[in-house]
């Protein structure tokens, strides 16, 4: 019921663009998927032909191609895509009250976390990219989390996992942790660790494996770091990508959209070319430590209190639903650690972990909501204790009123 509630409420949003066929002009992703349908090979993300990349992680890419594949490169594939889109963050969404009933909270807060996640859409749902579908695997390989280990859960937790980070690598540095939290003051701790590292790497390794045949270097998933980091920490970088796109930032350095940064590349090859883009940035970050640092805390800023996306159309409180979000996640976070600790620890280390790396690139608002829904359920918590603490005032009111009135008639009587 929650996931068709919040399938219809953000079909309903204005933040919900049509898809287009803007492929050939689209995101590295979109570029790879479409050229992976054609030739069954995954390469050429930029402006002009560049072979092999691992510029992208392989999975959403590897999706998209299959569905362009059964039925054609044409409107009808893109809308079925889009639709896609929807049903992986409804689903992610319809989720939460199984989590929190699973904690032990009952359906409440998941279920109020999962509206607001639906009312307040931050993000403009379109078939460029992988965060719906990583949010969608984040908080699915979550159930598991939140129920006890088994060596038979174990396998299926590292084999999601290992799908979650070949989806999404960010999700890397939040392997070990959940693992160890989840499998703490439980019986074969080191065994079931084993367990899920080793079935983890069974589905990262073939990737890894097809970088160094490819690329000739040995690359964890993905290789773009040094772009990123380049184009985003220079003297005329802003801290978003909304505005580097503006001042014409990231049409300087984006081999995507510059075909004469794409050359470059394709002469130095996609992975010296990054590294000398990543060694240029650490000199300058080095050299430049006030730059880099104000830029850092304003990058921080937007992560957890974004400026509204103009492509989401909305109005009024709703703009900042995030930011409301992310008020309400701390006093959730206590009252969560207060009644199960252990999952306490997995949100919190998610929250301070995960959007690391990000600080030091542009902002992009798709970047948090792969762990937004961590927000809303924390949100969810702290509203439905503030209803339950509402309606107990209210009733020790009502008791009192009634214990004064009966004081009253047995003073009269006597």
């Known amino acids: ?138 908080v699915a390989l979550f159930t598991q989390l939140v129920n006890k280990p088994t060596d038979k859960s174990a396998i299926y937790l590292g084999l999601s996992l290992g799908l979650l980070i070949l989806a999404q690598p960010a999700f890397a540095t939040m392997a070990a942790p959940w693992s160890l939290l989840w499998l703490y003051d ?64 990231h049409m300087k350095y984006s081999p995507n959209l510059n075909p004469s940064v794409a050359k470059d590349l394709v002469k130095a090859g996609e992975y010296n070319y990054f590294r000398e883009r990543q060694r240029l940035a650490l000199d300058w970050i080095k050299h430049n430590p006030r730059q880099f640092s104000v830029l850092t805390a304003k990058r921080f800023r937007l992560f957890w209190f974004p400026t509204p996306d103009p492509l989401v159309c909305l109005t009024g409180i709703r703009c900042y639903g995030p930011w409301l979000l992310t008020v309400l996640s701390f006093p959730g976070l206590w009252i969560l650690y207060k009644r199960n600790k252990r999952v306490s620890l997995m949100l919190g280390t998610t929250l301070i972990l995960y959007p690391m790396l990000y600080y030091f690139v542009q902002f992009d608002v798709r970047y948090r909501y792969p762990i937004y829904w961590v927000s809303l359920l924390l949100a969810g918590i702290t509203l439905t204790e503030l209803h339950n603490s509402t309606r107990r005032r209210n009733h020790e009111h009502k008791r009192n009123d009634r214990s004064r009135v009966v004081d009253k008639m047995s003073q009269a009587y006597l």
């Open 1 to 138: 019921m929650t996931i068709a509630v919040c399938f219809v409420i953000l079909e309903a949003n204005p933040g919900s663009p049509y898809p287009s066929m803007s492929v050939p002009t689209g995101s590295e992703e979109t570029l790879v998927a479409h050229w992976l349908s054609e030739t069954g090979t995954i390469a050429n993300p930029y402006a002009v032909p560049s072979g092999p990349t691992a510029i992208v992680p392989p999975v959403y890419p590897a999706l998209y191609a299959g569905l362009v594949k059964v039925f054609g490169y044409n409107i009808g594939t893109l809308w079925l895509l889009w639709i896609l889109n929807f049903m992986f963050v409804s689903t992610a969404l319809g989720l939460l009250p199984l989590i929190t009933h699973r904690m032990g909270l009952g359906l409440y807060p998941g279920t109020i976390g999962a509206l607001l996640g639906a009312v307040f859409l931050h993000i403009h749902i379109d078939t460029n990219w992988n965060v719906f579908l990583s949010t969608f695997l984040c």
């Open 186 to 249: 439980h019986a074969k701790l080191i065994k079931r660790f084993v367990i899920i590292s080793g079935m983890a790497t069974l589905v990262v390794l073939p990737w890894i494996v097809r970088d160094y045949i490819q690329l000739g270097h040995p690359i964890f998933i993905r290789d773009g770091l040094g772009l990123e980091l380049y184009s985003s920490n220079s003297f005329d970088a802003a801290p978003s990508f909304d505005e580097n796109m503006k001042n014409g930032n």
